[in-house]
T-cell receptor, first 108, second 112 residues
């Protein structure tokens, strides 16, 4: 069993829909990261969370430390949001353990 | 905008060749990392460095080697490439005391 589990693995939505991607982890962490990977392979860091909730534009990330769970929400989704979204947890020594990613496709 | 660069972006090379993947960052970060990612799979840490002359192996065993002679530069070398090395290699850096990691664009390596 992976230390970091994401769901769903694949998600197809229509433009404008509200999207939620979930991440559960089984280890103690110091922080959780949400990353976005585009088809060309480049990765962008979206959020780093250690508690609560963060918002950036149409993106919202929440974390519940007690339940070892985080969610990434995209409001008013757009085709340019199509990418792989990766959850990564940071453990001791600033090591990152990654989930397998969620492939999001937003159709116009 | 992150100032971390990888070259080349794409590389197709024959079996047995020696290759070096370059990674440079201009942010003065002490910590740098190399990750390997097979298509559709998660990233795995193969090497990391916490500063000049510091290199450590990561969670995933790799036949590659790294060096850290300068803070800004963290090259990865394969002495003799094999088809099993075909993968994407991602470099990242971060600052002591801060968790945010900056990633390069990646190098997609194909060994034929």
């Amino acid at each position: 069993k992976n230390e970091v589990e994401q769901s769903p693995q694949n998600l197809t939505a229509q433009e404008g829909e509200f999207i939620t991607i979930n991440c559960s982890y089984s280890v103690g962490i110091s922080a959780l990261h949400w990353l976005q990977q585009h088809p060309g392979g480049g990765i962008v860091s979206l959020f780093m969370l250690s508690s609560g909730k963060k918002k950036h534009g149409r993106l919202i990330a929440t974390i519940n430390i007690q339940e070892k769970h985080s969610s990434l929400h995209i409001t008013a989704s757009h085709p340019r949001d199509s990418a792989v979204y990766i959850c990564a947890v940071e453990t001791s020594g600033s090591r990152l353990t990654f989930g397998e990613g969620t492939q999001l496709t937003v159709n116009p | 905008e992150a100032d971390i660069y990888q070259t080349p972006r794409y590389l197709v090379i024959g079996t047995g060749k020696k290759i070096t993947l370059e990674c440079s960052q201009t942010m003065g970060h002490d910590k740098m990392y190399w990750y390997q990612q097979d298509p559709g799979m998660e990233l795995h840490l193969i090497h990391y460095s916490y500063g000049v002359n510091s290199t450590e192996k990561g969670d995933l065993s790799s036949e590659s080697t790294v060096s850290r002679i300068r803070t800004e530069h963290f090259p990865l070398t394969l002495e003799s490439a094999r088809p099993s090395h075909t993968s994407q290699y991602l470099c990242a850096s971060s600052e002591w005391g801060r968790a945010e990691a900056f990633f390069g664009q990646g190098t997609r390596l194909t060994v034929v």
